[in-house]
Every structure is written in C-alpha cells, then in structure tokens.
C-alpha cells in the first residue's frame, strides 16, 4: 500500500482576472521502484478546468511530465529520477477557455538513490552466488566422474575465483560508502543553498514511514509555460 497522499494548496493566482479553484491534491510518493505523481480534483474545478499540466526538472529548463484531464496517476520511472538527487515538480490548470491559472508552489524533494547506490553491490552477490553454485555444479560432476576425488586444477580455479569475488565486493563495499558520504555532502551543500531560495512556506515530513519529504516555498514561476 502506498503511503498517504501529501498535498498542497496554491499562495496565488497567476491571472487576477481568472480565479479558478486549484486541483484539491498533488502527491508526490516514493515507490519500489521509482515515484508516483498523483492529482485529482474537487467538484468545482471539474467544470472550470480542461485540464492539468505537470512539470519537472533537475536543472535548467522545465520539461512537461504529463498534460491530462482523464487520468489522475502519472509513473515516473526509477531510472529517471535516479540521474539527479533532487528534482522539482509544479503544476498549472488550463481552464475551458485557454486560459492559464493556478501556478502551484514549486515541490522540491530529495530523491533517495539508495536502489542506485546498492545495484552494483547486488550484482556482485549474485555474481560470486551464481560462480558458487557453477563450481559446487563442476565439483560434484568431477567427484562422479574421478570417484569423489577433486582434481588440482578445479581447486584452483574455485580459490581463483573466491578471490575475485572477495576483490570485487571489497571493492562494492568501498564504492557505496564513498557514495553515501558524497550524497550526504551534497544534501549538506544543496540544504545551504536552498535556505536562500526565499521564505520557507511548509515542510511535510513523516520520518516513521517511506513518505518523501520534500519543502513548499512561496515562489511562483511561470518559465514552465514559455519553455514547454
């Protein structure tokens, strides 16, 4: 089950003249396999708004996730967040007659690496598993083969590549730390400078569950409209 939605409301509107209800929800979840970017809406939007756009972006330029009135779930897979630590997300309302309202404040969260950090590890565990069960496979053919009797050259291939997989995880083992320590480096440096980024409107944190956490801040934009 996927943790609780986390929402957020809207500091302004865009267009004064045009002052159409936001979407009632946006969440933002974590899951096993990358995150889940859920709207839906309330009953008055639903007869003012055509439809619902949402952005993203890691640096630079916004780039358009998914532009929809029908479906309310968009899956941004694992492999894409995976490049950055942090991406933000935005959303804006298209209402009947063209219009553009309704900026949402800007979501930026941390996007946990962890499933990158520990991949090549994995791959080593199962590398030395799978060497493991080939040489007990080849042993015991060669123990039918030569009456229980283990030959010299299969000793040292087993000790041959025993060794390999001790290098290789060692090696793993010191390559995820390094990782870590530079991923919370970064989340020390990049927490500085967000502090800049001005007046911090709200933080949602839930440390006892997988809920992101992630900081609204009371600066609109609109650079998603002119750059999609």
């Keep these: 089950m996927p943790p609780p939605f ?4 809207n500091l302004k509107n865009v ?4 002052r159409l209800p936001p979407p009632s929800d946006l969440a ?5 396999l990358g995150l889940n970017i859920t709207w839906s809406f309330n009953d008055q939007s639903k007869s003012l708004i055509s439809h619902l756009t949402i952005c993203y972006r890691s640096s630079g330029a916004w780039s358009k ?3 929809t009135f029908n479906s309310n779930q968009f899956f941004f897979l694992w492999t894409e967040y995976a490049k950055s630590a942090t991406y933000q997300f935005l959303a804006y309302a298209h209402s009947v007659n063209g219009k553009v309202s309704n900026v949402s404040n800007i979501v930026t969260f941390d996007a946990a690496g962890a499933y990158v950090v520990f991949l090549p590890l994995l791959s080593y565990i199962f590398w030395v598993v799978e060497m493991i069960e080939l040489l007990n496979k080849e042993s015991l ?3 039918k083969k030569e009456q229980h009797s283990v030959s010299s050259s299969n000793f040292f291939t087993y000790t041959m590549y025993t060794m390999m997989a001790g290098v290789l995880c060692v090696v793993g083992l010191s390559l995820v730390i390094f990782i870590m320590l530079l991923s919370t480096h970064r989340k020390k440096k990049r927490r500085r400078k967000q502090n800049r980024y001005g007046r911090l409107y709200n ?3 839930d440390s006892s569950s997988n809920i992101i956490c992630f900081k609204i801040y009371s600066r609109d934009t609109t650079d ?3 750059e999609l």
């Design 141 to 143: 053919e060669g123990r």
């Design 65 to 67: 996730l998914a532009s």
């Design 6 to 9: 986390i929402g957020f409301t």
């Design 15 to 18: 267009n004064a003249d045009l």
């Design 28 to 32: 933002v979840y974590k899951t096993r």
């Design 203 to 205: 933080k949602l944190c």
């Design 224 to 226: 998603c409209f002119t």
